[in-house]
């Protein structure tokens, strides 16, 4: 089984940087496409970022030009670097992946349309005033 656990959450002032990190562990994939996902208080899980295995990346408009998803040379570990953090940012960051590339491509994970299968348990993101 496909098994990711994030780390890198905390509570930062607005205009502050935190970068997250999701680790893939289980089963012999050498690739997959990552999401990072958050759920803030009180609303609906929303897609932040996609990033396929050929590092082909896609944002939602709320994070564009202030968040990076990036992975590592061996393809387990993904990060999101978050720069200018907003109090709209707070919310619990959840990494996910599907093993091997974006099926359908990044933009159907971006628009929602399609979704990740396995997700890591998530790492809270507080951004004060």
């Known amino acids: 089984a496909l098994l990711l656990a994030e780390s890198g959450g905390g509570a930062v002032e607005a205009g502050g940087s935190l970068r997250l990190s999701c680790v893939a562990s289980?089963?012999?994939?050498?690739?997959?496409?990552w999401g990072w996902y958050r759920r803030a208080p009180g609303k609906e899980r929303e897609v932040v970022a996609i990033?396929?295995?050929?590092?082909?990346?896609r944002y939602a408009d709320s994070v564009k030009g202030r968040f990076t998803i990036s992975q590592g040379p061996d393809k387990k570990t993904v990060y999101l670097q978050m720069d200018n953090l907003k109090p709209e940012d707070t919310a619990t960051y959840y990494c996910?992946?599907?093993?091997?590339?974006?099926?359908?491509?990044?933009?159907?994970?971006?628009?929602?349309?399609?979704?990740?299968?396995?997700w890591g348990k998530g790492t809270l993101v507080t951004i004060s005033p």
């Open positions: 996910g992946a599907d093993p091997v590339y974006c099926s359908g491509g990044p933009d159907r994970f971006i628009t929602g349309y399609y979704t990740m299968d396995n």
């Open positions: 289980g089963g012999n994939w050498k690739s997959f496409c």
């Open positions: 990033i396929d295995r050929d590092d082909t990346t």
